[in-house]
C-alpha cells in the first residue's frame, strides 16, 4: 500500500470516527444497513443453490402444508407453511425441497447476522447467551410473519414470472431472488428494533 492510499484510508477512518461521535445513532443505523445488505447477498446466492440440490432429490414430491389459518378466497385452506409437491415451473409449490431451501438459508444467515450485528454494530457488551436466547424467539415469531405474509405473494409472482410472460425457468430463478428481496427487507426492518433491545451494552457501572 502506498502512502497516498494509507493516508487517504486515514482520512476516512477520521472522517467516520467524527461522524459516528457525533451521530451516535445513524452511524450504528448505517452499519446495520450495510452488515444487513452482505447477509441479504449472501442470501441471494445460497437459497437458489440449495434448491437446485434439493430439488434433485425426493424432497421436491413431498408436501409440507402446515398451520392453516382459515381460507384463501377460492375456498381452499390457508397454510402459514404452504409448499404442495410438485416443481414450481409444473404448478407446483416446491414441495419440501423449496421449504428446506429457504428456512436453512435464513439460519445460516441469522446466526451470521447475530454475531455481526452484535459485535460490530451494537458492541454488545451484555450476556451473549440471554441475547440468543432472545434472539431465537424472535427470529421463530419474524419466520412466522413472514411465511403468512408469503402466502400473499409467493404463487402471483411465480405465476407471472414463470406462466403469464413465459420465463420458465428463468422466471422461476428471479421469482427465487424477490421472494429473498422481499423477506429480507421485512426482516430488515422488523429486526433493527428488537436488536436495539436485545443487543443493550451495559452501563459504565456495570464494568
Known amino acids: 500500500m502506498s502512502k497516498t492510499d494509507a493516508k487517504g484510508i486515514g482520512k476516512l477512518l477520521r472522517i467516520w ?122 427470529y421463530i415469531l419474524i419466520t412466522i410473519g413472514a411465511a403468512v405474509l408469503q402466502g400473499f405473494y409467493k404463487a402471483p409472482i411465480y405465476e407471472l414470472l414463470i406462466h403469464t410472460w413465459g420465463l420458465g425457468k428463468t422466471g422461476e430463478t428471479l421469482a427465487d431472488l424477490i421472494s429473498m428481496l422481499i423477506n429480507c427487507a421485512v426482516s430488515f426492518w422488523v429486526y433493527y428494533p428488537i436488536l436495539k433491545i436485545i443487543f443493550k451494552q451495559k452501563s459504565s457501572k456495570q464494568s
Open 17 to 138: 470516527h467524527n461522524f459516528r461521535e457525533k451521530h451516535p445513532g445513524k452511524a450504528e443505523f448505517f452499519v446495520f444497513f450495510m452488515l444487513s445488505n452482505g447477509i441479504t447477498v449472501i442470501q441471494l446466492i445460497l437459497m437458489p443453490m440449495l434448491k437446485a440440490v434439493f430439488e434433485q432429490t425426493d424432497l421436491l414430491n413431498v408436501t409440507l402444508q402446515v398451520g392453516q389459518i382459515g381460507q384463501n378466497l377460492d375456498g381452499s385452506p390457508y397454510f402459514i407453511f404452504d409448499y404442495a409437491a410438485g416443481a414450481l415451473n409444473s404448478g407446483g409449490g416446491g414441495g419440501l425441497a423449496y421449504f428446506l431451501a429457504v428456512q436453512i438459508t435464513l439460519g445460516i444467515a441469522q446466526v451470521i447476522n447475530f454475531f455481526a450485528q452484535r459485535n460490530i454494530t451494537f458492541k454488545s457488551t451484555g450476556n451473549i447467551w440471554t441475547a440468543a436466547g432472545w434472539y431465537v424467539i424472535a
